[in-house]
């Protein structure tokens, strides 16, 4: 597709479950970056990838949150035993290689429920 | 560390009125580059205008603007003509060896 796509849209789970969500970058775009936001709220950083890697995990609020990527595109974050604060968007945004003017490209965002 | 902050949590304007919506930074970095974003109930974030820091001239995109001081590390948004279709949250975004986003202004357009 043209633009950045997330998967599932909506996601309502009990808690204490797992839970995956998709991300699905531009093609060619070899940066992502994981958001979390809450409502009516800002943008809460979560993970950043340059291909497979991740240089900065930094923003992951605990250990029940990882996140994956393979073949340099299609990127997979996962909460473990979710639990209610967990509810909020998760946005997803692609871009090229950070740095200089590389705006970055949105999804639509998963809002996942908890509860 | 770097920082980007937006003071305005939330504002409202009348239609066809100007806003101006304020955002600092902090940064050590000289070579970078700045946005702003909207975010309307859609969601969906869009890219509304962005400034290169070496440029001196502010950048413009039709009824968007922005006021770049890149000395005072300021870097407000103009909405000129507002319209209902602009309400929305904006966030205002860094980007050099890192990319930061602000808390982000939530802005109301009043018919």
């Known amino acids: 597709g043209a633009g950045v796509s997330q998967s599932p849209s909506n996601k309502v789970t009990e808690k204490g479950k797992d839970v995956e969500l998709r991300c699905d970058p531009i093609s060619g775009h070899t940066a992502l970056y994981w958001y979390r936001q809450s409502l009516g709220q800002g943008l809460e950083f979560l993970i950043y990838?340059?291909?497979?890697?991740?240089?900065?995990k930094s923003g992951l609020p605990s250990d029940r949150f990882s996140a994956e990527r393979t073949g340099g595109s299609v990127s997979t974050l996962t909460i473990q035993r979710t639990q209610q604060e967990d509810s909020a968007v998760y946005l997803c945004?692609?871009?090229?290689?950070?740095?200089?003017?590389?705006?970055?490209?949105f999804g639509p965002g998963t809002r996942l429920t908890v509860l | 560390a770097q920082t980007v902050t937006q003071s305005q949590p939330e504002m409202s304007v009348q239609e066809a009125e100007t806003v101006t919506l304020s955002c600092t930074y902090d940064?050590?970095?000289?070579?970078?580059?700045l946005f702003w974003y909207k975010q309307p109930p859609s969601r969906q974030m869009i890219l509304v205008i962005r400034?290169?820091?070496?440029?001196?001239q502010n950048a413009t995109e039709n009824r968007f603007s922005v006021n770049f001081q890149k000395a005072a590390k300021s870097f407000s948004l103009k909405i000129s003509d507002s319209q209902l279709g602009d309400t929305a949250m904006y966030f205002c975004a860094f980007a050099g060896n890192q990319f930061y986003f602000g808390t982000g202004t939530s802005l109301t357009v009043i018919p």
């Open positions: 945004a692609s871009s090229f290689p950070l740095g200089g003017s590389n705006e970055q490209f």
């Open positions: 990838f340059q291909g497979n890697s991740a240089p900065d």
């Open positions: 400034q290169e820091a070496y440029k001196q």
């Open positions: 940064t050590s970095e000289n070579n970078y580059y």
